[in-house]
C-alpha cells in the first residue's frame, strides 16, 4: 500500500506574474504491513514554456504530474527515506 499526502503547497494567485509556485509531498510504502519505503519530494514551476499565459491551478499541475512521474520511478526501487523530484 503506498499512502502519499501533500505536506505543502504554494501557489499565489496571478499566475507566472506572482511567482514560482511549488508543491511537496511525502510517502511510505508498506508491503504485507511493513514499512518498505518512505521519501521527500518536491517540485517548482513558473509555468514553462508560454508561463506568464498560464493561470496558477495549471502551473500547479505541472508541479503535481512532475512529482507522480518522480514516485513512480521511485516505487521500481523504493528506499527509506529518499528524497525525489528538486531535492
Known sequence: MLNVEFSNVVGAGG???????????????FENGKKIGSFNGRRTSGGG???AYKGTCKILDRCVKALGKDVALWMIDPTMDATIGEF
Open 15 to 29: 499566475g507566472a506574474w506572482s511567482g514560482a509556485k511549488f508543491v511537496a509531498v511525502k510517502g511510505e510504502l
Open 49 to 51: 514554456f508560454f508561463g
